[in-house]
């Protein structure tokens, strides 16, 4: 896991408010401000944050589904911030990615085999029409469904077998690169462990690289390698898998970590951080720190001065004042 697949430096998306008779922007919600990420080959990286943190929006800025304001995105290297047409058609090959929600994701007029088909058709993966249906059976065994589910429609499945098929979509090209939008939300927990298992055995299998985005703790803790925390648009901190949840640092990460339930009653806890109010909007963010209003350890600086990621461990990142910079 030594080569870089994918570098993110400064992406920031900012969603027009427009308002009045001709139609001027009045403001802007700031969903993503100044992310930067580097990804692996090969590993896993999760991505957590409360509801409306912006995991989603980096998700789709990262794979060009929705246009970045600004910032750039490497691939292998390469600059794909400007691709446009064809060349970004040509990128799609390379990176996918599974939606949360099974069921609207699978178009309901379409069989499963057609669902699964069509990238390979978009992408001209296959010569004939005998090679495109190997192709979906292959698909379908991978990801664990019976051969006759390619004759039947979406409706007929249920939520954990609709994610197998939109896992095998993605798959249909032989992409590098796959970015979760938070797969197994939508599912039971008994379901969940199951859809988990499969993306690492693929991984495997494979060699794919995943932006696992969640905001299911536990579930980001199995599967990661490294894991990043957003609050209101920003990275807050970043560390191994085992790091972050040994040694969370930043006081949001450490309020995430004290909510995550016990499997018994009797199971060592710390106290649970409870935090005071609401997510500010990210229409009108305060001042100094975002996170300064909710959070247990603020000082007066905490309003004024804005904190920037710096390393407070060995390999582990965060952005609080009051979290001494390593080596001091």
Same mark, same amino acid.
């Given at each position: 896991m030594s080569e870089t697949l994918l570098k993110v430096e400064n992406i920031t998306k900012y969603f027009p408010i427009k308002g009045g008779l001709l139609g001027k922007n009045v403001a802007n919600v700031k969903a993503v401000q100044d992310v930067n990420l580097e990804i692996k080959r090969g590993e896993t990286l999760g991505l957590v944050g409360e509801s409306g943190c912006g995991k989603s929006t980096l998700g789709r800025c990262i %794979?060009?589904?929705i246009e970045p304001t600004s910032g750039k995105i490497f691939f292998a290297g390469e600059d794909i911030t400007q691709k446009k047409g064809a060349e970004l058609r040509a990128l799609r090959r390379k990176m996918q990615i599974i939606f949360q929600d099974p069921y609207a994701s699978l178009n309901p007029r379409m069989t499963v085999g057609s669902i699964i088909s069509e990238p390979i058709e978009v992408h001209k993966l296959t010569k004939t029409r005998a090679q495109r249906k190997d192709r979906v059976m292959e698909l379908?065994?991978?990801?664990?469904?019976?051969?006759?589910a390619t004759n039947r429609y979406p409706h007929e499945f249920s939520g954990g077998q609709r994610q197998r098929i939109? %896992? #095998?979509r993605a798959l249909a090209v032989d992409p590098e690169f796959i970015v979760?939008?938070?797969p197994v939300s939508a599912l039971d927990v008994s379901i969940q462990a199951q859809v988990i298992n499969l993306l690492m055995?693929?991984?495997?299998?494979?060699? &794919? *690289?995943? &932006?696992? %985005?969640?905001?299911d703790l536990k579930v980001v803790e199995h599967i990661s390698n490294r894991v990043a925390v957003m609050y209101l648009g920003k990275v807050v901190e970043m560390a191994t898998s085992d790091d972050l949840y040994m040694h969370?640092?930043?006081?949001? *990460?450490?309020?995430?970590?004290? #909510? %995550?339930?016990?499997?018994?009653?009797? #199971?060592?806890?710390?106290?649970?951080?409870?935090?005071?109010g609401d997510v500010p909007s990210p229409i009108d963010p305060p001042p100094g720190c975002y996170f300064n209003p909710r959070c247990p350890q603020k000082v007066d600086q905490c309003t004024?001065?804005? /904190?920037?990621?710096?390393?407070?461990r060995p390999d582990h990142l965060a952005s609080? &004042?009051?979290? /001494?910079?390593?080596g001091i």
């Open positions: %794979i060009k589904l379908l065994d991978l990801v664990g469904l019976r051969p006759e939109g %896992i #095998a979760c939008d938070e055995d693929l991984q495997k299998k494979l060699n &794919l *690289t995943y &932006l696992f %985005i969640a905001h969370a640092q930043h006081p949001y *990460t450490k309020a995430l970590l004290s #909510a %995550i339930p016990v499997p018994t009653p009797h #199971a060592k806890k710390d106290k649970r951080i409870l935090l005071k004024q001065k804005v /904190p920037q990621l710096k390393n407070v609080c &004042l009051e979290v /001494p910079p390593l």
